[in-house]
């Protein structure tokens, strides 16, 4: 499994249903549309909270650079995997519509 940057987002789709595999069995969960649409509106929070620390706007934001970034870093990879597993659990391909809906601007 590849930890790099450059994976597709095929890929990406799969590693997070993998790890969602694992998550929902370790907490007796139900993998469904609205609790991954709730686990990205709590991620999205995270990733505010992470943000305003980054840039000094909010408390916490004293701590170590390094350690905020990849806190921001971790929480954006976060509500990367719930999206993906939602787009995996509905069918849906990123690449294919990322293509369709942006690429079309350029």
């Given at each position: 499994?590849s930890?790099?940057g450059?994976?597709?987002?095929?890929?990406?789709?799969?590693?997070?249903?993998?790890?969602?595999?694992?998550?929902?069995?370790?907490?007796?969960?139900?993998?469904?549309?609205?609790?991954?649409?709730g686990?990205?509106?709590?991620?999205?929070?995270?990733?505010?909270?992470?943000?305003l620390?980054?840039?000094?706007?909010?408390?916490?934001a004293?701590?170590?650079?390094?350690?905020?970034?990849?806190?921001?870093?971790?929480?954006l990879?976060?509500?990367?995997?719930?999206?993906?597993?939602?787009?995996?659990?509905?069918g849906?391909?990123?690449?294919?519509?990322?293509?369709?809906?942006w690429?079309?601007?350029?």
């Open positions: 499994m930890h790099k450059d994976i597709s987002l095929a890929e990406v789709q799969r590693q997070a249903m993998a790890v969602n595999d694992i998550y929902v069995e370790t907490f007796g969960l139900t993998r469904d549309g609205l609790m991954l649409i686990k990205m509106t709590e991620e999205m929070g995270e990733v505010a909270s992470a943000y620390k980054l840039h000094g706007r909010a408390r916490g004293d701590g170590d650079a390094e350690a905020l970034r990849r806190d921001f870093e971790d929480e990879a976060d509500l990367l995997g719930f999206l993906a597993v939602l787009a995996e659990t509905e849906v391909d990123l690449a294919e519509a990322f293509a369709r809906k690429g079309k601007y350029l």
